[in-house]
């Protein structure tokens, strides 16, 4: 290791070396990001604005559109960049940051998504002490928890990561900074980095994955004993914008922290990146919005607002 240079910059391969693709594949991005800020911050917009949407399933989803500005934000605009630029470069400590605001923000999402889970839990299992379970208190104790768990998640790892030494091979086959490819060019001992980064995801994915999956028995099994069709659909609506954006980020990302090495593919990787860090942001507001009635209505009176103003 000593004869060998040591990396102070890593080259990101990206998707494609093909020039024309690669300006496709910026705009394609582009319009994604747009569609991830517009979409959020319209949601975000809709919520303070509405006095309706003054309740705790509201005040988690504009936590959730928050956090997913941040989470797109951390990968999307550099990505972008790369696309455009001749020499697809980031620093050790720019690659490292890149990590921390990226699991920051993942952990964060997957506590917001089981406090709502809970949330639904709450108004359809117990309606009637639904505002004592849900106060004011409890909701913020649950999303300043989620904040809190999501950065202790991230500085452990970021603290093990900088503790590697990179030298020889500064390609990193992916076109952002994650976790796993990075491993993979370390030249010193990675083995205790790879349990921690597993540890932890297990723990944080684990806990959060039951505490929404033991909500969720209750609620089907509630809403299974309403006796009537409406009430069951009107029941399972409130959940089905929740578990789809659940199924969409919990999945891909589980999968992509916890798979062998044995198992692990350039183009896998970067399939389930994108899926879990560019498209899930995006259509998080899109699911919420088209599946959500209060949420339709309360934008259809900020379009009002804005025609009349004109």
């Known amino acids: 290791m000593e004869n060998q240079t040591t990396v102070t910059e890593f080259i990101l391969l990206g998707l494609s070396n093909d020039q024309q693709m690669q300006i496709f594949l910026f705009l394609v991005f582009l319009v994604i990001y747009l569609i991830t800020l ?176 033991i909500s969720y028995i209750h609620i089907i099994s509630t809403i299974l004993r309403i006796r009537s069709a409406e009430g069951r659909h009107k029941a399972f609506s409130t959940c089905s914008s929740h578990l789809i954006v659940v199924g969409l980020l919990y999945l891909a990302a589980f999968f992509q922290y916890t798979k062998s090495s044995s198992v692990s593919s350039v183009v896998l990787e970067e399939i389930l990146s994108i899926q879990y860090s560019v498209l899930t942001p995006m259509l998080n507001p899109i699911i919420y919005s088209l599946k959500n009635k209060e949420v339709k209505t309360a934008l259809r009176k900020m379009l009002g607002k804005l025609k009349f103003l004109k």
């Open 38 to 213: 517009g979409g959020n911050i319209v949601i975000m917009v809709a919520i303070r604005a509405d006095s309706h949407l003054h309740t705790p399933m509201y005040f988690f989803l504009f936590h959730l559109s928050f956090v997913d500005i941040c989470y797109s934000s951390v990968m999307v605009p550099n990505t972008m960049r790369n696309f455009l630029a001749v020499h697809k470069t980031i620093s050790v400590n720019g690659c490292i940051a890149q990590i921390f605001f990226f699991l920051f923000s993942a952990g964060t999402e997957v506590l917001i998504l089981s406090a709502m889970a809970y949330d639904r839990y709450a108004a359809i299992c117990d309606p009637l002490c639904y505002m004592e379970r849900m106060s004011k208190g409890i909701c913020l104790l649950l999303v300043s928890g989620a904040w809190t768990m999501g950065f202790f998640f991230a500085l452990l790892n970021t603290v093990f990561t900088l503790k590697l030494h990179f030298c020889g091979s500064n390609q990193i086959h992916h076109f952002s900074c994650e976790l796993p490819p990075l491993l993979q060019l370390a030249c010193t001992e990675t083995l205790t980095t790879q349990v921690v980064l597993l540890t932890s995801v297990v723990i944080i994915g684990s806990s959060s994955f039951l505490l929404t999956l």
